[in-house]
């Protein structure tokens, strides 16, 4: 696994055998990615004369090598292909040294590279929320069985056999930032490639390494986004490996997080610490290598009801100039800590309140576009939604 540095974007390509991804690979190279192909690593770890060759015949003896002494890797899957037990210790082999020699191209690719890394398994090995982003190249099955028996040579029933031991579309989208379809002509592909290029990869990159985050001028209420939860558990897999080997608490929070409501197309994050004191401690750096820089200035929640004083906080925002996103990080137990999801909560559960809410805001996003005052303007609602919701959350027992 890779970590982060902030020198550089991350990209995870993957895709079912037959998919097209190494086309889309190869036209990333033609834009200026640096490609880190893992297939061609893995064949590169166990060429002959290598130590990963050795300890493969060890474990598999001589059977799995060709006339030339190479590795017959068609003779090696028929061995590990279907045994659980040979499977992990052909992996405990090969994956620690494909992991080694990514890592060493990644630190000599430039410090404004955006790097591409073709992993045919990143799903099945849980692998997507060590990048910036996820691209996954999504074809038809039957167009991929055509590919594999025209190029590759297999028959329908091996080429079927191939995709279905590997992860189904619905695995690859759960964890997919971009889906490339490829049903179509090679120029509509590279039209797609080309346009990922241009409007996301390069400011995305550029955003990474300025530190500067994505932030919406005006409020444009968007209505309700099924895939806004999904969103959201992609952001925070890649806070929970950029905070690893702590294991904080995350939250899906603000109108995105409940059902039905319509909202800035935003997703509100709270990210729960001890202190503030950890909030500006190396936390903030690794956060900012994972594409969630701090904000500037300084930050708090209002308190409710409304009086002096304010509840202090750190806001950090996404790099990725397509999916804006604000990280709350707020103390365990603190009064904004425990509005955040109570507001959520009380929302989630009465639908006359949800209702209420959503009139305010659309009433105040026609009359206060600009975020500042939109913010302000439904200060009042609030206070009285905040005595609404401690009155259901003692009557119901609720706790954060």
Do not use: C
Request: charged share 30%; aromatic share 4%; net charge negative.
């Amino acid at each position: 696994m890779i970590r982060l540095t902030g020198r550089v974007l991350m990209v995870g390509l993957t895709g079912g055998i037959g998919s097209g991804k190494s086309a889309v690979a190869s036209r990333l190279a033609e834009r200026g990615a640096v490609i880190v192909d893992s297939d061609r690593i893995a064949r590169e770890v166990v060429a002959p004369d290598t130590e990963g060759l050795a300890e493969i015949v060890a474990a598999f003896s001589e059977r799995v090598l060709d006339a030339e002494g190479a590795l017959d890797r068609a003779a090696l899957g028929d061995v590990v292909f279907g045994d659980d037990t040979a499977r992990r210790r052909l992996e405990a082999i090969t994956h620690p040294r494909v992991r080694a020699r990514s890592a060493e191209l990644v630190a000599a690719a430039p410090a404004d590279a955006v790097v591409v890394n073709d992993v045919p398994l990143l799903v099945e090995v849980g692998l997507a929320p060590t990048f910036h982003l996820v691209v996954v190249v999504q074809t038809e099955v039957a167009t991929r069985v055509q590919r594999l028996a025209r190029h590759r040579g297999m028959s329908r029933a091996e080429a079927e056999r191939r995709i279905a031991a590997q992860a189904d579309d619905a695995r690859r989208q759960a964890v997919a930032d971009v889906v490339l379809h490829n049903d179509g002509t090679l120029d509509d592909l590279h039209a797609a490639v080309d346009a990922l290029w241009q409007d996301r990869l390069l400011p995305y990159e550029r955003n990474v390494r300025q530190r500067r985050a994505v932030r919406p001028e005006r409020v444009v209420l968007t209505e309700p986004d099924p895939t806004w939860p999904q969103q959201y558990a992609r952001l925070a897999a890649r806070i929970r490996h950029a905070a690893a080997p702590a294991d904080p608490r995350v939250d899906h929070i603000g109108s995105t997080a409940v059902p039905g409501l319509a909202a800035k197309d935003v997703i509100d994050i709270q990210l729960t610490v001890d202190s503030l004191e950890e909030a500006d401690g190396p936390l903030a750096e690794r956060l900012a290598r994972a594409g969630f820089p701090r904000l500037p200035g300084e930050w708090w929640d209002n308190p409710r009801p409304a009086g002096d004083g304010r509840w202090e906080k750190r806001l950090h925002g996404s790099a990725d100039p397509a999916r804006p996103a604000y990280l709350h990080l707020r103390v365990a137990g603190s009064p904004g800590w425990r509005y955040a999801l109570l507001m959520r909560d009380h929302l989630r559960a009465d639908p006359d309140q949800r209702a209420a809410y959503l009139m305010v805001k659309r009433e105040l996003a026609a009359a206060a576009p600009d975020n500042g005052a939109y913010g302000t303007a439904k200060d009042p609602w609030f206070d009285e939604e905040h005595l609404r919701a401690e009155e259901w959350a003692a009557r119901t027992g609720w706790r954060p």
